[in-house]
């Protein structure tokens, strides 16, 4: 089993910045990708942001300029550095890890609440 474990969400006025954080543990076979993914209430979970195990990065376009995702491969750890937040940006974040093969991961959530 993978285990997701992220942190770093909490409250920020709008306009502010937060970096979420997440690390793999566990039985991983290889990555493919890893993902930041967000649900505010009574929607859908959307993308965020994704990077590959060789770099290669996509965003949604309701973030592009504004957050940043990275990797450490060596510590099999995601991060997304949010700036410029507003209040739109509001919701659960959740961390994926995308194997070579096998069963898609998902992390518990992390809330990111921006106040205006």
């Known amino acids: 089993q993978v285990q997701l474990v992220e942190s770093g969400g909490g409250s920020v006025q709008a306009g502010g910045s937060l970096k979420l954080s997440c690390v793999a543990s566990?039985?991983?076979?290889?990555?493919?990708?890893m993902g930041w993914y967000r649900q505010a209430p009574g929607q859908q979970r959307k993308l965020v942001a994704r990077?590959?195990?060789?770099?290669?990065?996509m965003y949604a376009d309701s973030v592009k300029g504004r957050f940043t995702i990275s990797s450490d491969n060596a510590k099999k750890t995601v991060y997304l550095q949010m700036n410029s937040l507003q209040p739109e940006d509001t919701a659960a974040y959740y961390c994926?890890?995308?194997?070579?093969?096998?069963?898609?991961?998902w992390g518990q959530g992390t809330q990111v609440t921006v106040s205006s």
């Open positions: 990077i590959t195990y060789h770099g290669g990065i």
């Open positions: 566990g039985s991983i076979s290889s990555i493919n990708a």
């Open positions: 994926n890890l995308e194997p070579n093969w096998g069963v898609v991961s």
